[in-house]
């Protein structure tokens, strides 16, 4: 069975939603479902909501059979031809209309929701104070504002640059997925609006984990110049399992790094709080007064002026082996915050992580040292 929109418009006359004059344009969002023996009609006009069921046999009895959906705020009209009665006649078969009251919900919450589900409500909340959004042509800069279906929403969203980034996936089951995060490539956002690519994004169709955050799979995160292993969630039982295991520090992680400079022991535990650096924002120092840290080091190789270490991270404080390194006057070499300016990407590499499995399973992941380490050490990778 079928329906065209101009049929929907007259239907609308009949209930006297809309006038002659009114135009078939002026059917907002209309939806058309047909089955057989019955059309369901969905649609804003004059800024009010109303849905329609029209067949042969459409009666009380049979809304709830036909709109299996069917919200709790749809109020059903009467018929205009005799009140008495909600099935209304019309060519050859009946119709039942409903004005569905407005509901009104936050704009980043609508927009996450009826627009775009693939854009997290965080992203949306970025478009929105950018001011991407208009309602009602009126630009909106609060993702506090509250909308329903009857309103005018249109986007003018920056064009997304087409990058490809290769993201080997070493491990995939039903819970978890591991990969080889390349140098250069952000675990997550940072906060800004940007349409940068990040792991988080590439991973979002794989996870049911955060995604309405802009860290969907994220439980645990590499520096943008860090290359290595990324354990993912895939869903949030996953996750909480895994952010245990990082939080009771049952599982272990191992990083290769090359220092500008050579450690005075060639292995030692550092055991250094780490706090935030107030005269240069989003670094860190250590602090007394700072967050415990501690890290044990072992170096592997020597040359004239750069150590290749093995670090082993007990805690995982921001920044952790980047300022301890630092602080034994050997930063790691291409790390511009801590250590001096260089031609190179920042040598270090999350080479080994050991953890449990949901399924209970233990096992230690294992990601190549990079070639570009090799240049350096060449008989000792």
Request: charged fraction near 30%.
């Amino acid at each position: 069975m079928k329906i065209l929109p101009r049929t929907v418009l007259k239907i609308a006359r009949l209930y006297k939603l809309a006038d002659d004059n009114t135009p078939v344009k002026a059917l907002r969002r209309l939806e058309i479902q047909t089955d057989e023996s019955h059309v369901f009609a969905e649609f804003i006009l004059n800024k009010q909501h109303f849905a329609l069921l029209y067949g042969s046999i459409v009666d009380e009895e049979s809304i709830d059979e036909l709109w299996t959906e069917k919200p709790d705020n749809a109020e059903i009209l009467p018929n205009p031809l005799d009140p008495e009665f909600i099935e209304t006649p019309f060519q050859g078969k009946y119709v039942i209309m409903f004005r569905i009251s407005p509901t009104k919900v936050r704009l980043d919450i609508y927009l996450s929701t009826k627009f775009d589900t693939t854009i997290s409500r965080s992203l949306w909340q970025k478009y929105i104070k950018a001011g991407y959004v208009s309602v009602n042509n009126k630009v909106a800069t609060t993702p506090k504002f509250e909308v329903d279906e009857t309103d005018e929403i249109a986007l003018n969203l920056p064009e997304k640059e087409q990058t490809d980034v290769d993201l080997p996936i070493l491990y995939e089951d039903d819970d978890v997925i591991v990969v080889n995060k390349p140098s250069g490539l952000l675990t997550h956002a940072k906060g800004g609006l940007s349409d940068e690519p990040t792991v988080a994004e590439i991973i979002r169709p794989k996870t049911s984990f955060a995604t309405d955050t802009d860290r969907p799979g994220i439980v645990h995160r590499l520096d943008r110049d860090t290359s290595g292993l990324l354990i993912i969630a895939k869903n949030p039982e996953s996750a909480a399992h895994l952010q245990r295991q990082f939080a009771e520090r049952t599982a272990k992680k191992t990083y290769i790094a090359i220092t500008d400079g050579k450690p005075k022991l060639n292995a030692a535990k550092i055991d250094l709080p780490i706090g935030r650096n107030p005269s240069a924002p989003s670094t860190f120092r250590i602090d007394p007064n700072g967050k415990p840290a501690q890290t044990t080091y072992h170096v592997l190789a020597e040359n004239d002026t750069q150590s290749l270490v093995e670090l082993k991270p007990t805690t995982g404080r921001t920044h952790q082996l980047r300022v301890h390194l630092a602080h034994l006057n050997a930063p790691i070499l291409g790390d511009r915050v801590y250590g001096k300016s260089s031609d190179c990407r920042m040598m270090l590499h999350a080479q080994k992580l050991e953890i449990t499995l949901p399924s209970g399973e233990r096992k230690v992941f294992e990601a190549a040292v990079p070639d570009e380490f090799k240049e350096f050490f060449p008989e000792d990778l």
